[in-house]
């Protein structure tokens, strides 16, 4: 038997980008001196203001000189002993077994013009077994 489907003339779409509006990033309390947003950024071509958040996907893109600070913010919080080669861009440090990963580490706000989306550590850091 066939599937009858009933069609309204309501149809409600949710925009598969949205530019959010101009932005910053803080580290714990401190604020970073980085604007993402505005009417010329073009985030896959690489402009430094440029921010590509999925919120379908565990990854977040940011442009290469904002990661930098980021990772430098990021970096002087973390009382970790630090063991990525220092040729790669990784914030990889050890965690004592047993011990909270996550603990000690500070969460990440994305400022957009009207809301502000809070990440914890967990959503931020990944743990590895060696």
């Known amino acids: 038997k066939d599937t009858e489907f009933s069609v309204t003339e309501e149809v409600q779409e949710t925009p598969m980008a949205s530019d959010g509006g101009e932005g910053s990033i803080s580290v714990g309390n401190s604020r970073l ?16 203001r440029s921010i590509i958040i999925d919120s379908g996907t565990s990854l977040t893109f940011l442009a290469k000189d904002v990661y930098g600070q980021v990772a430098n913010a990021v970096a002087n919080v973390i009382n970790r002993e630090h063991f990525c080669p220092p040729e790669q861009d990784s914030l990889c440090y050890h965690v004592e077994d ?33």
């Open 33 to 48: 001196n980085i604007q993402f947003g505005g009417a010329q950024t073009t985030a896959l071509l690489g402009d430094a």
């Open 98 to 130: 047993n011990a909270d990963p996550y603990e000690g580490l500070l969460e990440m706000t994305f400022h957009f013009t009207n809301a502000d989306w809070k990440l914890p550590p967990s959503n931020i850091f990944g743990m590895f077994r060696s």
